[in-house]
């Protein structure tokens, strides 16, 4: 399916968000894996489905699965006691994402229960014997500077090597500072990451056409094209609009096949050496 790389074909990895979600999320990763275009899935290890999630990677050897770290709208992997600042007491993260940003930056017992969570979330995906193949956070989280350094800084301990850089054309323009310091930090650590990102800008409506029109027109280095397929919605009130049975059709489209084997190079995760 996929065409030979020559040195100028642009290289993609497409990803599934929010594996382990739920079963309808779950059972759409493994047949976008199965049956279409995708090659990589981000790992929610608190969400409620994620033994099935872990159970269906490890049957889909070729599948590279990363850590997709919550620390907003979900559940923590630490008892509520342990990070009081931080969630609710059922576990939960709030979604002020801005007022919580401040929060992280400036008050440093917020940090400290900050740090404890991600290191715990780390620990719970080195659990499951999974390996690592990258990083990234719920919502784009670690655009945030103060997550960024935590992510870097503990994900050293768990052999983390690549880290998505949310960086979409026609990102904007408030945010290209934050993200010329975000690639800086990622270079200077030594961890890889993409050149271009294809999902933000239509979250919940990579439908068939969507991942033609990108296709079509995709940059030459490594690009990152993520969604969140299911097979049915309902998956979350946070994403009662989101179109999931159509971003899985797109994953099994046959048009879409065809357009990745005339347009790039389909890497399988970060950890491809095609990607590097």
């Given at each position: 399916m996929t065409a030979a790389r020559s040195p100028t074909r642009p290289r993609l990895i497409v990803t599934a968000d929010d594996f382990g979600l739920h079963p309808a999320v779950n059972l759409a990763v493994e047949r976008g894996f199965r049956e279409g275009v995708l090659r990589a899935a981000s790992l929610m290890v608190t969400a409620?489905?994620?033994a099935d999630a872990v159970a269906r990677a490890k049957r889909m050897p070729g599948l590279a699965v990363g850590l997709h770290l919550v620390l907003a709208d979900g559940q923590s992997a630490l008892a509520p006691s342990r990070v009081p600042s931080l969630v609710d007491a059922r576990g939960r993260f709030g979604d002020d994402m801005v007022r919580n940003g401040f929060r992280f930056f400036f008050l440093p017992h917020v940090r400290e229960q900050l740090a404890a969570e991600i290191r715990a979330q780390f620990e719970a995906f080195a659990a499951t014997g999974l390996p690592l193949d990258h990083v990234n956070a719920h919502k784009h989280f670690h655009l945030h500077p103060t997550v960024l350094s935590l992510m870097l800084s503990i994900g050293r301990d768990y052999g983390l090597r690549a880290?998505?850089?949310?960086?979409?054309?026609?990102?904007?323009?408030?945010?290209?500072?934050?993200l010329a310091l975000m690639r800086h930090r990622l270079r200077r650590a030594g961890v890889r990451s993409n050149d271009h990102v294809f999902g933000i800008q239509h979250s919940g409506a990579m439908d068939e056409q969507a991942l033609l029109e990108v296709l079509e027109r995709l940059p030459e280095g490594l690009s990152e094209l993520y969604l969140h397929p299911a097979t049915h919605g309902d998956i979350t009130p946070a994403m009662v609009d989101y179109r999931h049975a159509d971003e899985l059709a797109a994953l099994l489209s046959p048009r879409v096949r065809r357009a990745v084997a005339e347009h790039c190079h389909l890497c399988h995760g970060f950890s491809d050496p095609a990607a590097a």
């Open positions: 409620p489905a994620v880290v998505r850089w949310p960086a979409e054309p026609g990102a904007a323009p408030w945010l290209k500072p934050w």
